[in-house]
């Protein structure tokens, strides 16, 4: 039987173990492929591996599920799996139908903020979040100026156009299941642009 388990991140990411909105549900059809469009880059350089996948319209969401933990299984003796390997599809698969359900997952160390642009185009790139996982708002504050809520580019890539250099920053990082994790001057005053910091 093609039924192996394999963890996989739905354009990816993080969950310390608790409990999260739809943990423990039934199995859900859906189709994955090998590619995705989160917006975080190298994942193995980002810390995630590369046991990921793209997960079909069924749980994309708009873009909003970017972050999700799911576990998933192939579905109907599916020729393009490989049973009994975490791998579950050969990329000459294509897309393949599968099955998901929401779980928790652990990931050591905080929230990464890996900031990209110039000046007056500060996008953040957001990773290795606890909780949920998926971001759904974010809020920037430079050590000069008071919280302002950030705008989603696109997957994990969220945008500040105010000018915040020479000022530390802050962030407040707000996922799905209604939990606001802040990390207070993560960048130091002498922040760059291209380097990640962490957070709590």
Not at 162 to 168: H, I, R
Not at 181 to 195: D, H, I, Y
Request: proline content about 2%; hydrophobic content about 35%; charged content about 10%.
């Amino acid at each position: 039987k093609m039924n192996f388990l394999g963890y996989m991140a739905m354009l990816i990411f993080l969950t310390i173990s608790k409990n999260v909105e739809g943990y423990g549900t039934a199995w859900t059809g859906a189709h994955a492929t090998f590619c995705g469009a989160c917006g975080y880059g190298n994942l193995y350089i980002q810390g995630y591996g590369t046991n990921t996948t793209a997960l079909s319209i069924a749980l994309f969401n708009n873009g909003l599920s970017r972050g999700s933990f799911y576990e998933i299984k192939c579905a109907n003796e599916n020729k393009g799996c490989l049973p009994g390997s975490i791998i579950i599809a050969q990329y000459k698969a294509g897309i393949v139908p599968v099955q998901y359900r929401r779980v928790a997952c652990r990931k050591s160390g905080g929230i990464r903020f890996t900031i990209n642009g110039h000046s007056y185009f500060n996008l953040v790139v957001i990773t290795n979040v606890g909780g949920a996982g998926d971001v759904v708002a974010v809020s920037i504050k430079g050590s000069k100026s008071n919280w302002q809520a950030m705008s989603r580019n696109w997957g994990q890539n969220w945008q500040s156009n105010t000018y915040l250099n020479n000022q530390a920053l802050s962030f407040k990082v707000t996922t799905s299941d209604g939990h606001t994790m802040v990390s207070n001057n993560v960048a130091p005053s002498n922040w760059a642009f291209g380097r990640t910091y962490t957070g709590g």
